[in-house]
């Protein structure tokens, strides 16, 4: 027991010093002063059945301060009243367009067709691709922009602030930001084009229109359930400047009002993006379990039998999750239940790799995707 004990010590000692130098190189998207260049930019949105979304999506977007900016909105086939909402909230704003999407063919994933499509009638230097349940800080063009000139930076990528609006959802959905934190090498990442070392989220992908053109866009993977991920890879493979940046100050996500929309959502994706290797979730679920859950009953242990040094583990694992929740918005108090994040971690990726090894396909907004 004293033996596991030093081991996860140096394991999670280890882990602190990581975030820290991850810190030093995934930069606040604030840390540059706004430009005032005013090229056109794109804001391209994807909506199926998001007519919870939609008032205050719309009303979100007129409050953005850039003066130089469209706004196409694609209903994917909803079967709700995503339409009627967006035409009555938009009304004559010529700023906005609204176009209903094509029928899905075969061999494309729904949202990445989606996309395609309003690629295809952008007229913007730069393209802006985010979700229906995202808003943004009236600067947020501004300031990003002023990264991409001042950087090169040809796709601009980052996690949003993912707001309190359900308890069960909150222990989960910011383990996005703290497995990026804990896991990927910002200094390559961030410095080099080595695909391996990327990540992106799909919820705001800020692409330079000549970079996004030259890869071949959303067609290039268009039967993914990855595409941010793989369109990142592939700005790096082509030889262009993908950054991540931490945008949670000016971007925010209302991502999941439900365990039920979670489950599918981390289900679908979270497999795919480890490249479906059983080797690596195997692992990755050993390290989540062994780093991350075992120091709780550790720290109980350590309570009964009154010897505080077995309590240390767990105070760790805590401080990990409270660095990375402080930086991000996160709530610091979800820092305590780091081992039910861990568990729930393990638990989503296990019931991802069964249903890729039996075939099984992913539900996700009435469309059933291998």
């Not at 069960?168 to 390559?188: K, N, R, S, Y």
């Not at 992908?205 to 039967?223: L, P, Q």
């Not at 929740?325 to 393990?346: C, E, N, Q």
Request: aromatic share 12%; with cysteine; glycine share 6%.
């Amino acid at each position: 027991m004293f033996l596991l004990l030093i081991m996860l010590l140096i394991i999670l000692c280890i882990g602190l010093l990581w975030l820290w130098v991850n810190a030093v190189f995934l930069r606040e998207v604030t840390s540059l002063t706004p430009t005032t260049a005013q090229p056109l930019v794109s804001i391209l949105i994807p909506l199926r059945n998001e007519e919870d979304n939609v008032l205050a999506l719309i009303k979100n977007l007129k409050e953005l301060s850039y003066p130089n900016v469209e706004v196409i909105l694609l209903d994917d086939g909803s079967t709700d009243r995503t339409a009627e909402r967006l035409q009555s909230s938009i009304q004559d704003n010529k700023a906005f367009t609204i176009i209903q999407g094509s029928p899905l063919p075969d061999g494309w994933n729904g949202k990445v067709y989606a996309c395609h499509q309003l690629s295809r009638l952008a007229k913007g230097e730069f393209f802006l691709f985010i979700d229906a349940d995202v808003r943004l800080h009236p600067e947020t063009i501004q300031y990003t922009l002023a990264h991409m000139e001042a950087e090169r930076i040809d796709l601009l990528s980052g996690f949003p602030n993912y707001p309190l609006i359900h308890k069960g959802v909150q222990l989960l959905v910011p383990m996005q930001h703290f497995v990026v934190w804990a896991h990927l090498p910002m200094f390559i990442a961030n410095r080099t084009n080595h695909a391996a070392f990327t990540a992106a989220c799909g919820q705001f992908m800020f692409f330079r229109k000549n970079a996004y053109v030259a890869i071949g866009g959303h067609e290039s993977v268009k039967n993914s359930l990855l595409e941010d991920v793989h369109l990142a890879r592939r700005m790096k493979e082509y030889g262009w400047t993908m950054k991540l940046l931490n945008i949670s100050s000016l971007v925010t996500c209302h991502m999941y009002t439900s365990m039920r929309s979670l489950w599918e959502g981390f289900t679908k994706n979270i497999y795919v993006g480890i490249g479906q290797s059983k080797v690596l979730a195997i692992l990755l679920s050993g390290y989540y379990a062994f780093v991350y859950l075992f120091p709780f009953p550790l720290a109980i242990y350590g309570i009964v039998t009154f010897q505080p040094l077995y309590v240390i583990p767990y105070l760790l694992t805590v401080l990990q999750k409270w660095i990375v929740d402080r930086k991000t918005g996160t709530h610091g108090s979800f820092a305590w239940a780091v081992p039910i994040s861990a568990s729930l971690l393990i638990a989503v990726l296990a019931t991802s790799m069964y249903k890729a090894i039996r075939g099984q396909s992913y539900s996700w907004k009435g469309r059933m995707y291998t």
